[in-house]
């Protein structure tokens, strides 16, 4: 029998353990004894799994989703700790329309989705599911309101960006992962559904609708305030013991001095601290950031940073080949007999003795050939490590990319210079890039924010406060044919036309969610479980519907054994025997229902079968496989992969898109190769994007005339492509493209 969903129209509600008819034949998923025994859970544990809905069934289950504004996804689940993992994706080639991701190396739900207007959007709540404990899940989606829920307690409300469910035929359904070979989810799962109604969570949680408190919510806070009173004691003594050191400090004179970095200033000193002028006043440490003029640097020299300088200062630079090099610049060239020769710019280009190359341990096609040394290296090679590294100084990180590395700034920082070396704090509170709702009051802190409430207000998240419980005091405006219940602020909610019967509870005008065992308009109707076949009475016993319910008796004048029937062998009630196509799956027979479950790992006991108990192997257990299968990365290691920052911890691999300093100012800006974060340039040639201005033009070799962003064929080829493109100030070139080579 199922345990959610009673009384709600079949065409709202998507089973999606149901729908794939999970535990027939997916490897590496296993039948487990779940939070409760009214319905089937699963074990996720292997990282080749295909949990993939067919395609028609697919197309079934989005007919309900499509231009819906209003649904919830419901999920119970036990998450390993540490494993970072999408527990369900509904994505279009790289296009996800909705996809619930819980990241425990982040300590952070995400909620990814397709915009209205077609952007790809991710909201991230912050909270850590994957503890290895049960927990109830709800992400409610109403148009642009979405309400969290975990163990029935609402954590978050927010008001996002409008949801797009405009989904395209062809359109996967993934369980547990994003694809064949990304966010594999670790644990148990229980109970995954999509309600496409609103306030769906209470299907999941139905006493979040009743205004009266239980017993047990009455010796809970009992408890409460007995906890309470304990810490205003212990509060009042330690007030009462700073009160007795204030009277023997009034006498004394202090100088106000302040702290930074682990030194100690003087009442109106200053000094420089990276990018930044600080002083010292009146025991406050305020800092500003240093502009720096641009340098005027004589012919023979070039504008470039300085280790330990914040600007960037005159150096001598050095012509080679063709191209200019600042000063310790290393440039790798082949002779005609295809040697390798390294120069470094001292002055002039001097050429440098050759290291001797290491071996590299991966294969050929995996060499990558940098401009800056002899050797060659691995793809995925660490730059971060080795002493080539940039200096990463402020709030500054380093990253490793493709053929090189770069600074990148922390989370809740931005550059202040153009190699994000040194960054500088983002004062979200100030900029309106914070997420504090009303009576509350935005604090910035040193890389985030908080939301403080008001005098006289109580938290309802971590965004936002309300003022009292309008409801409990009966200060409300709702009608007498309506119930109230506070959420951001008071709520009405219309009353249904007549009770919801058997324990129902309203949730809209007329709508009813019906408790285990009943259905109909007003929860009115008995389930028949035995006729439809709901229930898991054994083979030799008969099913009896009660109310609510079904009952499982022994006919009378025989003995039921509770024996099992599984694969055509008979099993005795108690029996355990292990799988002969599975050596890691342990059977047993219970009552007459059979239960598997992945074998339990014992990495203390010395007889674990390493082949089903992987995570028992030390050498192993820490590691992290890349997404291309051939690298290896160590707990703690850090690499970049199409643009995501990823790392490894504890086995365990989590990635989120690489934050880029913005780019200011700009009218044509390009990715260079190996990079992912655009830059400026000068040429528009060899522009990634440009601002089409339509009010200038082109003329072509044939003299036509082309406006701005117009690309054409070159008349009687088929491989060149020109396009039109503006230069500032006015003036414009068009470009053209032959076999692989672009001129203009």
């Not at 001292?346 to 590299?360: D, F, I, K």
Request: proline share 4%; hydrophobic share 25%; aromatic share 6%.
């Amino acid at each position: 029998p199922y345990t959610l969903g009673f009384g709600v129209d079949p065409e709202l509600r998507i089973n999606v353990f149901d729908e794939l008819k999970l535990g027939e034949s997916y490897a590496g998923v296993f039948q487990v004894q779940g939070f409760h025994n009214e319905s089937r859970a699963f074990l996720f544990q292997d990282s080749w799994r295909n949990v993939r809905v067919k395609e028609d069934v697919a197309e079934v289950m989005l007919q309900k989703l499509r231009d819906k504004t209003e649904f919830t996804v419901l999920v119970t689940l036990k998450q390993e700790r540490l494993n970072s993992g999408v527990l369900l994706s509904i994505h279009y080639a790289e296009h996800r329309y909705l996809e619930l991701e819980s990241s425990g190396q982040r300590n952070e739900i995400r909620l990814h989705y397709r915009t209205r207007g077609q952007r790809q959007h991710t909201e991230g709540f912050p909270y850590s599911l994957a503890d290895d404990r049960w927990h109830k899940l709800s992400v409610a989606v109403s148009v642009s309101h979405v309400v969290l829920h975990v163990d029935c307690n609402r954590i978050y409300e927010r008001v996002i960006e409008n949801p797009s469910m405009d989904i395209p035929s062809d359109t996967t359904i993934w369980l547990g992962q994003r694809n064949q070979a990304h966010g594999y989810f670790k644990g148990i799962m229980q109970d995954v559904q999509l309600v496409v109604m609103p306030q769906g969570y209470i299907s999941q949680c139905p006493d979040l609708n009743r205004t009266c408190p239980t017993c047990n919510d009455f010796h809970g806070l009992v408890q409460k305030i007995m906890e309470l009173q304990d810490v205003l004691a212990k509060t009042s003594s330690k007030l009462s013991r700073a009160e007795e050191k204030m009277q023997g400090l009034d006498g004394c004179y202090c100088e106000r001095s302040c702290s930074m970095n682990g030194e100690l200033y003087r009442e109106d000193e200053g000094w420089t601290d990276g990018c930044r002028n600080c002083s010292c006043y009146n025991g406050t440490v305020q800092c500003e950031t240093i502009l720096c003029p641009p340098p005027q640097c004589p012919p023979d020299s070039a504008p470039a940073y300085v280790p330990g300088t914040c600007c960037k200062e005159c150096q001598p630079v050095c012509l080679f080949r063709g191209r200019v090099y600042v000063e310790g610049d290393l440039k790798s060239v082949r002779d005609s007999s295809g040697n390798c020769l390294l120069f470094e710019c001292q002055h002039s280009m001097q050429r440098v003795e050759n290291a001797p190359c290491p071996e590299l341990t991966c294969p050929e096609s995996e060499h990558i050939t940098l401009t800056d040394r002899c050797c060659k290296v691995c793809r995925g090679h660490h730059f971060c490590v080795e002493g080539h590294s940039p200096s990463c100084v402020e709030n500054s990180e380093c990253v490793n990319l493709e053929a090189g590395s770069c600074c990148s700034c922390k989370d809740g920082y931005r550059a202040l210079r153009d190699d994000s070396a040194y960054c500088g704090d983002i004062d979200e509170c100030a900029e309106g890039k914070h997420y504090c709702r009303e009576n509350t009051m935005c604090v910035n802190t040193p890389g985030s924010f908080m939301c403080i409430c008001h005098t006289g207000y109580i938290r309802i998240d971590d965004y936002s406060c309300t003022e009292r419980d309008e409801c409990t005091t009966g200060l409300h405006s709702c009608d007498e044919n309506a119930i109230c219940y506070v959420g951001n602020g008071t709520v009405c909610r219309a009353l249904c036309d007549g009770l919801c019967q058997n324990g129902g509870s309203c949730v809209n005008p007329d709508t009813c969610i019906c408790q285990q065992g009943f259905t109909g308009k007003r929860c009115e109707t008995d389930i028949d479980e035995c006729a439809t076949e709901r229930h898991s009475c054994a083979n030799d016993t008969v099913c009896f519907n009660v109310d609510g319910g079904y009952d499982c008796r022994c006919p009378h004048g025989k003995n039921c054994t509770g024996d099992c029937n599984h694969d055509n062998k008979h099993k005795h009630n108690g029996q355990i025997w292990v799988l002969d196509n599975d050596r890691c799956s342990v059977c047993s027979c219970q009552s007459g229902l059979v239960m598997c479950r992945r074998m339990v790992c014992d990495c203390e006991s010395t007889t674990a079968d390493l082949f089903c108990c992987p995570e028992c192997n030390p050498g192993l257990s820490s590691q992290c496989l890349h997404q291309n299968r051939l690298i290896t990365y160590s707990s703690g290691d850090t690499w970049v992969e199409n643009c995501q920052q990823c790392q490894c911890m504890s086995g365990e691999v989590d990635c989120w898109p690489m934050s880029c300093p913005p780019v200011v100012d700009c009218e044509f800006t390009q990715v260079p190769e190996g990079q992912c974060c655009p830059r400026c340039i000068t040429d528009p040639c060899q522009a990634d994007t440009v601002r089409n201005d339509i009010t200038k033009t082109c003329v072509d070799e044939n003299g036509l005339t082309r406006f701005s962003g117009a690309a054409w064929t070159k008349h009687r080829t088929e491989c060149t492509l020109c396009q039109c493109k503006v230069r500032q100030r006015g003036s414009w070139e068009y470009t053209h493209t032959d076999s692989g080579r672009q001129t203009h």
